[in-house]
């Protein structure tokens, strides 16, 4: 299929940050391919957004596992032969049952099993991904990154006494964004020599099932800072930190 229209894959669109991203995206004349792992929500998901005349695909998909990393490259691939946005969006907090709610591990108890699978999804998986799907958005001439990093991942802010992160750590959480703040960083310089941008955003604090009943914003205004740097013209920026236009110390 040829489009002129941009492509975008939107990792965990099925709900929250990822769904009203690919709703915004898809509001701006991009075609959306939703990334989503469980079918029911996939496919109410994509009758949704085709209902508001939204142009969407739905790829049943698990960022873990590596047969469906290449599914959706050959997905993309056989479509529409190149990728422009990819929103690493898909992502787990482990540590409580949502960010609303108190953490009680510490650096110094979290267990090995936690740490590991919240590095697995949020950090190894979202690299090899991004690395699967590279060649594809080489092939589009202005590709765009976009991680959903979070202020939590800011080492400074977690060193600096009266922060609003010093307090409401979540070691396993914050140090798995705080690798794709590298990720992103390493990428960027990669990249530097090419069209394609990598930014990590922070959405806010958002009451999705993760950010829970007391977070400040809601799921659309959550997405507002992905949509923002998925569009961003040739002048934008690679390598950043961003919550909408303000610049976060890393
Ligand atoms: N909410 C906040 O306040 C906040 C703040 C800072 C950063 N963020 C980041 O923003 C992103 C979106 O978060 P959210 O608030 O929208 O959370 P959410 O409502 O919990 O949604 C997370 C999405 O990721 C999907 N997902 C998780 N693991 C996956 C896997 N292994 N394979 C495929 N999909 C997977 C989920 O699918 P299922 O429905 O199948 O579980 C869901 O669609 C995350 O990366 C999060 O870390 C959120």
Redo the contacts with the bound molecule.
């Keep these: 299929m040829t489009t002129t229209r941009k492509i975008a894959f939107i ?9 009203e991203t690919a709703r915004g995206l898809g509001n701006k004349g991009v075609h959306v391919v939703l ?4 079918q029911a ?1 996939g496919e109410a998901a994509l009758q949704t957004l085709r209902s508001e005349g939204i142009s969407a695909d739905l790829l049943i ?5 590596a047969e ?1 990393q290449q599914k959706a490259f050959d997905f993309l691939n056989e479509r529409f032969g190149r990728l422009d946005i990819l929103v ?6 482990l540590e409580s049952e949502s ?1 609303s709610k108190p953490v009680t591990t510490t650096a110094a108890t979290l267990d090995m099993d936690t740490l590991r699978s919240l590095f697995e ?2 950090f190894f ?1 979202t690299v090899s991904l991004t690395q699967k799907l590279l060649p594809l958005i080489e092939k589009s001439t202005a590709g765009r990154i976009v991680n ?5 991942a800011s080492l400074a802010l977690n060193a600096t006494p009266g922060s609003l992160v010093y307090d409401v750590k979540a070691f396993g ?1 914050d140090a798995s ?1 705080t690798a794709l703040n590298a990720f992103t960083i390493q990428l960027a310089y990669a990249l530097r020599n090419t069209p394609i941008k990598v930014n990590a955003v ?11 009943p007391a ?1 400040d ?1 809601d ?1 659309k205004e ?1 997405s507002e800072t992905s949509v923002y740097y998925s569009l961003i013209d040739e002048n934008g920026p690679s390598g950043g930190f961003y919550f909408k236009d303000e610049v976060l110390p890393w």
């Design positions: 990792t965990g669109a099925g709900k929250g940050i990822g769904l990334g989503v792992r469980k929500q998909f698990e960022l873990s596992k469906d690493n969006n898909a992502g787990i907090f960010t999804v949020n998986s959903l990093s979070s202020i939590k959480y964004k922070h959405p806010g604090w958002v009451r999705s099932a993760m950010g829970g977070a914003m799921e959550g």
